[in-house]
């Protein structure tokens, strides 16, 4: 699998984490279709690429971080906001060979790569919302005895 990381924030454990953009399922599918559609164009594959890159990761703040001074609160230091986009392209021309390179792997990879199971493995999806269902139903109950 193709691996290009970058920083970002981890919300949930409060921390900030290295993240492989090409895990992200929307931006890797978009790769595998521009890698099949310009896969001798060079030029117009890298610039579909940029423009794919910019639109998942380009000014959305799930992917900004902010980069500060140590010891922090220095004066006269700016901190500097930076989104996944703008780590990108820091090193552009060597992504934009890496994944030239790689557009035959990327070409091939389907949206399987992503799952840890096969479908036939997956559970239903009606057994899930009985499940659901059944724990809202619990919550209500729980929240109504709490009250009275």
């Known amino acids: 699998m193709l691996t290009w990381n970058v920083y970002m924030e981890d919300f949930n454990a409060r921390c ?3 993240f492989n953009i090409f895990n992200h399922f929307a931006f890797h599918e978009d790769c595998r279709k521009v890698a099949r559609k ?3 164009d060079r030029e117009k594959f890298v610039e579909e690429i940029r423009h794919s890159l910019m639109y998942f990761f380009w000014s959305k703040c799930e ?3 902010i980069i500060s001074s140590w010891p922090p ?3 006269g230091f700016e901190n500097k906001k930076v ?4 780590q990108v392209m820091l090193n552009w ?3 934009a060979e890496y994944v030239w390179q790689n557009r035959k792997e990327l070409a091939r990879r389907t949206k399987s790569t992503f799952t840890s199971k096969s479908v036939e493995d997956a ?3 009606r057994e899930l919302l009985g499940r659901h269902h059944a724990m809202q139903e619990a919550a209500r109950r729980l929240a109504r005895e709490e009250k009275g």
């Open 83 to 86: 989104d996944i986009y703008e």
């Open 16 to 18: 900030i984490k290295v």
């Open 73 to 75: 609160d220095r004066k």
């Open 38 to 40: 310009y896969k001798d």
């Open 63 to 65: 992917y900004e971080i």
């Open 93 to 95: 021309p060597l992504f």
């Open 123 to 125: 559970p239903d999806p």
